[in-house]
């Protein structure tokens, strides 16, 4: 049924197509076998000449691989991807506030799509969930690692996954989808593969830090709690608090460690003081960046021996450095860590401080992920959903930060 609904909205592609229509792309792999077209959106940057730059095209698609599947896409995740970092991948909602900033410096490349456009590489799609369109030839009941067709699922972000939202996504590798209950309302599946999973991943590497620096504590010092700081209160910061707040509760750790959240914006303080156990810091811009270092330490009881900084900026980083304790660790995103880890190495040797990129979290973190987001154990942020039509105002209302939380894109409705 989910095949026959997804053929409706495809077209058969003849070379006579690719070459007349200025809204066909061409295929970007000679290798694969492609006779048919899908939509997609792309949302990119501003130009100087197109103020919202939101295009709709027929791509190729590729023939299901033999040993993989193809992906009907469902719900997508507003978030964006450089082009020149294949594997880097960050919530939209976590760095609206730093867009202005980050975006302007990506200007060397050129939209495929639209000559002239600059290239901002703003694409939906890379936090995907939807239903199983098809399955590859040689897919069998001995090797289909219990996926059906018709079955809903997300998809790990693999280091090879296409660039940019179309109707279809083809997954090579069934280890690569993630099956998602019917418990599970498919707008929060569509939030876990990237901006969650990125959060698990660093409030796990947190957690085996802290472990290491208490092993090294003096019989004086057991009784002091380890501190974690939590900076910003978009799409990461709050999916990471969460996780930390059931994680170290159901592992104990609770008893030694300490969370405090630096909020960034004031609708991220009220979601962050709905947590429990958590102390919430609101870093105003307004005031002076001592008396920001300040406030966060009097919060804290002190400076702190881990940060999770998902800002973007440096002016983020080197206050995080600030209020972190001689021989602490800063926890940054791997999509910032190349342009951001040089600046500041002479300080982290000066204060005896680490700084750590993350990256994305494993496949069987997803797993896990997604069990305890069915089950309840660990809450999703808020999140809006918009139909894919107004993705043009959903990015403005994102870089101006208007939606509380993630925004979802929908493409199809499947409920």
Same mark, same amino acid.
């Given at each position: ?23 066909? /792309?061409? !295929? ?17 940057? !501003? ?21 993989? $599947? ?5 719900? %997508? ?6 082009? &020149?970092?294949?594997?880097? /991948? ?11 900033? #980050? ?24 936090? +995907? ?17 219990? =996926? ?6 997300? +998809? #790990? ?7 940019? #939202?179309?109707? =279809?996504?083809?997954?090579? &590798? ?17 939030? /876990?593969?990237?901006? @969650? ?21 003096? $019989? ?16 990461? *910061? ?14 104990? @750790? ?6 405090? +959240? %630096? ?40 400076? +702190?021996?881990?940060?999770? &900084? ?20 800063? =926890?940054?995103? &791997?999509?910032? *860590? ?33 069990? /305890?987001? @069915? ?6 942020? !808020? ?7 107004? @993705? ?24």
């Amino acid at each position: 049924m989910a095949e026959d609904q997804t053929t409706n909205s495809l077209f058969t592609l003849n070379q006579e197509d690719i070459s007349s229509s200025p809204f066909i /792309l061409p !295929p970007t792999s000679k290798s694969c076998s492609m006779n048919k077209l899908c939509r997609q959106v792309s949302i990119e940057s !501003p130009g100087p000449v197109a103020k919202n730059c939101v295009f709709n095209f027929y791509v190729p698609i590729e023939d299901t691989p033999p040993m993989g $599947a193809r992906i009907k896409i469902v719900c %997508a995740g507003a978030c964006y991807r450089r082009r &020149d970092r294949a594997a880097s /991948l960050t919530s939209m909602s976590s760095v609206s506030s730093d867009l202005s900033d #980050y975006c302007p410096s990506i200007t060397t490349q050129t939209s495929p799509a639209h000559q002239g456009i600059r290239e901002g590489s703003l694409f939906p799609g890379f936090e +995907v969930a939807g239903v199983i369109e098809s399955l590859g030839s040689e897919i069998t009941e001995a090797n289909n690692c219990g =996926l059906q067709i018709g079955q809903r699922v997300i +998809v #790990y972000p693999f280091d090879e996954a296409p660039a940019g #939202y179309a109707e =279809l996504m083809v997954v090579p &590798d069934l280890k690569n989808i993630v099956p998602i209950p019917d418990s599970l309302p498919i707008s929060v599946a569509a939030m /876990l593969p990237t901006g @969650a999973l990125l959060a698990m991943n660093a409030v796990f590497k947190a957690h085996a830090i802290v472990t290491e620096m208490l092993k090294k504590r003096s $019989a004086e010092q057991n009784n002091k709690k380890c501190k974690i700081l939590i900076v910003g209160t978009g799409g990461l *910061a709050l999916w990471a608090v969460r996780i930390a707040s059931y994680h170290f509760a159901s592992t104990g @750790a609770n008893n030694f460690i300490d969370v405090t +959240v %630096a909020s960034l914006r004031d609708e991220g303080f009220r979601l962050a003081t709905e947590i429990k156990d958590v102390s919430v810091v609101q870093w105003n811009e307004c005031l002076y960046e001592p008396q920001l270092i300040e406030r966060t330490k009097d919060v804290c009881g002190g400076p +702190v021996d881990v940060v999770i &900084d998902f800002g973007t900026t440096s002016r983020s980083l080197h206050r995080s450095m600030h209020c972190l304790s001689k021989g602490g660790v800063v =926890l940054i995103s &791997d999509e910032v *860590a190349e342009k951001l880890m040089p600046k500041f190495s002479r300080l982290s040797n000066e204060y005896q401080q680490e700084i750590i990129p993350i990256s994305n979290g494993s496949v069987n973190q997803l797993h896990d992920l997604v069990t /305890l987001v @069915a089950n309840k154990s660990i809450e999703p942020p !808020p999140h809006s959903v918009f139909p894919c039509e107004q @993705a043009a105002e959903v990015i403005q209302k994102l870089c101006n930060s208007e939606i509380p939380g993630r925004a979802i894109l929908r493409f199809h409705d499947i409920e």
